[in-house]
């Protein structure tokens, strides 16, 4: 879609200057070879060259039609391209939005139109398409007056219309060249997986950058991830969009820990594409990605750092530690072959050049002598001030190591654009800032190889049904999960004796009731059959009180138990990338420390084990100045069963089990909450 050789441009204008303008004027100032068809039935000629009356009445049927005017009218046209025979229509009107009246009327004219036709539809709010090594711009945005449409292999697909134009200006600056830009719009239509999907075995593209508001058609972009993970093409996003949806349809903490953005990261992450959090970065870390292969990369990757400057190379450092990575120092063998070329690293993770001087001939050597030291997984170096003024003594062994065995990038920590161009000319990752480098290289190492695994779909326009707390146990014990003995007893016929082993703590049972304490649901240490009359009629008269109307009748008694720390496993399905697993430090004040690590689901115990080790409060757990140990690996084939809820039928919409203790020899479950769509119940 972004190689037309015919396009029709409907709306266009004859002022130059205005965006209805800004498409033919483009397409003939950059001297673009194909056929372009003005359409405006107010005039006879546009910009000097002839106007049509309508699409019907044009020559030939164009391969892309590029619709101007206002919303009513953009509908009126897409109708036209259906009727024609156009394969693809872009529209760049505003007023489809589904929050008003008239925005869902011409939503669901357009999803008509092109449901009865083989007309494909970007937009609408698309700000259109290039080609730049067609020195094609079909696209109102103003920053391609520019002239300067820098040609290359990197592959623009963006949400936003305006990214596009600070995409192609900051790529230009850097030296960096892009094969096809594409505006999705509001993706009525095509969405941005599909578009990218269709330039994956483009030979010209060799690497793909999004920009991202939301995750609407996730579907489409991981099977577009997919393939890029098979073809080799790496894949970087930078996504806007934090909000708490996913709080506000959660009974629990789970909405709020595994929220919109924490999703986004997993999701984005587990389909092997680079999350970075700088707009920078999305850029350069094409050249990065490249060279950093899915398969087996630690998400923590430990790096070396080399610099000339002790200032530069602290910055980076801070930054990179800031990114999670583990700095890592030279080991002995490599150490002593620093020190045989009259460099000493005293053991240190950077290892400054500075005493030594800025030579060619000793960047190179260390160069590659940790390039070829195998206790690192990526090496930075950072050239100082000889970078701006003598780049042939500080840059050039950079390019000349580029190859070497393990991936190298660089800060270049003075304003060096001739350097910077260097470095990226030739395939070097090269950064202005700590941060960005930091950035692109935890984000490119934290990708995982994308899997398909089939989920269970929820009934379509079927409300979650809540579990009660008995019922809710019984389905997990079904998963695997272990769960503290229990009993159930009815109000009108209380046992004399406690029907399970004490302590006990004595619940209401009740489906409606999501958070039981709220309503002094609960009594906690009753040992005895009276203990467990009193706590009975406590809950009856509290929770009557504060719920008037509510039948107490029945009672889950459950015996209390202690371990070495709380874990917190939640599961829900996002509106969007479907189902999600978290693990998080349990307790009341859950989501008060947000100490959480998210997954989609279903993950295996390897994976859930790396999630666990993601959480702060679990190290505590894990032989932390001598503190008792917790069964971690039991922790992890509990969150690897409740994962596996996606897998379910009947459909479970959301799970959480908190407080989970974890135990030195296992874990047990002590409170839980289960919904399921009830479609087989």
Avoid at 39 to 64: I, K, M, Y
Avoid at 167 to 183: D, I, P, Q
Avoid at 192 to 207: N, S
Avoid at 551 to 568: F, H, I, K, S
């Amino acid at each position: 879609m972004t190689d037309p050789r015919t396009v029709a441009i409907v709306g266009a204008s004859n002022t130059p200057g205005k965006t209805t303008a800004r498409p033919l004027g483009y397409l003939r100032a950059q001297g673009w070879d194909g056929e372009v068809y003005p359409v405006n039935p107010t005039r006879e000629t546009v910009l000097g060259e002839r106007a049509w009356p309508s699409l019907s009445a044009l020559p030939t049927v164009p391969d892309h039609v590029l619709i101007l005017t206002g919303a009513d009218a953009a509908v009126a046209a897409v109708r036209e391209c259906a009727a024609l025979g156009v394969p693809v229509a872009t529209v760049i009107a505003d007023g489809f939005l589904p929050t008003d009246a008239e925005g869902r009327r011409r939503r669901a004219e357009l999803t008509e139109i092109v449901a009865g036709s083989s007309l494909r539809l970007l937009g609408p709010s698309s700000l259109g398409i290039a080609n730049l090594p067609r020195r094609m711009a079909l696209t109102g945005n103003a920053a391609f007056a520019d002239g300067t449409l820098p040609s290359g292999d990197i592959f623009v697909a963006s949400q936003s219309g305006s990214a596009l134009g600070a995409l192609l200006s900051r790529g230009a600056e850097m030296g960096l060249g892009f094969a096809s830009m594409v505006s999705t719009g509001n993706e009525l239509d095509l969405s941005l997986g599909e578009i990218c999907r269709g330039a994956v075995d483009d030979p010209q593209v060799a690497g793909f950058a999004l920009f991202l508001e939301n995750l609407t058609h996730a579907t489409d972009l991981a099977d577009f991830a997919r393939l890029a993970a098979e073809r080799g093409k790496p894949v970087v996003a930078y996504k806007l969009g934090r909000s708490d949806a996913g709080a506000r349809l959660s009974v629990s903490h789970t909405g709020a820990l595994a929220g919109d953005d924490a999703v986004a990261e997993a999701f984005l992450t587990s389909l092997g594409i680079a999350r970075v959090r700088t707009f920078e970065t999305l850029l350069e870390s094409q050249h990065l990605a490249r060279r950093i292969p899915l398969s087996a990369t630690p998400s923590r990757p430990r790096v070396g750092v080399v610099s000339t400057t002790g200032g530069g190379g602290a910055m980076i450092v801070d930054a990179l530690a800031d990114r999670g990575a583990i700095l890592t120092g030279p080991s002995a063998e490599t150490a002593a072959r620093l020190a045989y070329l009259g460099v000493h690293t005293h053991g240190a993770a950077l290892i400054d050049l500075t005493l030594a001087g800025t030579k060619y001939a000793t960047i190179k050597a260390v160069l590659e002598v940790l390039l070829d030291a195998p206790e690192f997984d990526a090496v930075v170096a950072v050239p100082g001030s000889s970078a701006r003024f003598t780049p042939e003594v500080s840059v050039a062994p950079i390019i000349e190591c580029a190859d070497r065995g393990t991936p190298l990038a660089a800060f270049v920590v003075p304003a060096a654009p001739e350097a910077l161009a260097m470095l990226r000319a030739k395939g070097v990752s090269a950064f202005r800032t700590p941060e960005s480098c930091a950035d692109a290289i935890a984000a490119v190492f934290a990708r995982r190889a994308p899997v398909r695994t089939e989920v269970a779909v929820p009934p379509v326009a079927v409300a979650p049904k809540p579990l009660d707390e008995n019922d809710s146990y019984t389905l997990l014990e079904e998963m695997g999960v272990r769960v503290a003995p229990r009993a159930v007893v009815r109000l009108d016929d209380l046992p004399a004796e406690l029907p399970i082993g004490g302590p006990v703590a004595v619940k209401l049972l009740d489906a409606s009731v999501a958070h039981k304490s709220e309503l002094g649901g609960v009594v906690l240490g009753v040992t005895t059959g009276p203990g467990l009359a009193a706590a009975a009629a406590q809950i009856r008269d509290t929770a009557g009180q504060r719920r008037p109307g509510l039948n107490v009748d029945r009672l889950l008694v459950q015996q209390m138990t202690d371990g070495v720390v709380e874990a917190l496993i939640g599961f829900r399905r996002d509106p969007d990338v479907g189902p999600v697993v978290v693990v998080a430090a349990g307790g009341v004040l859950t989501e008060l420390y947000r100490d959480s690590s998210v997954r989609p689901a279903p993950v295996d115990p390897a994976e859930a084990r790396a999630m666990i080790d993601e959480v702060t409060a679990f190290r505590a757990a894990d032989g932390y100045r001598d503190l008792p140990r917790g069964d971690l690996d039991a922790l992890a084939h509990a969150v690897s069963a409740v994962s596996r809820l996606a897998l379910r039928n009947p459909v479970v919409a959301e799970a959480e089990l908190n407080p989970v203790l974890v135990r030195a020899d296992g874990v047990v479950a002590v409170d839980a909450v289960v919904s399921v769509y009830p479609q087989e119940l």
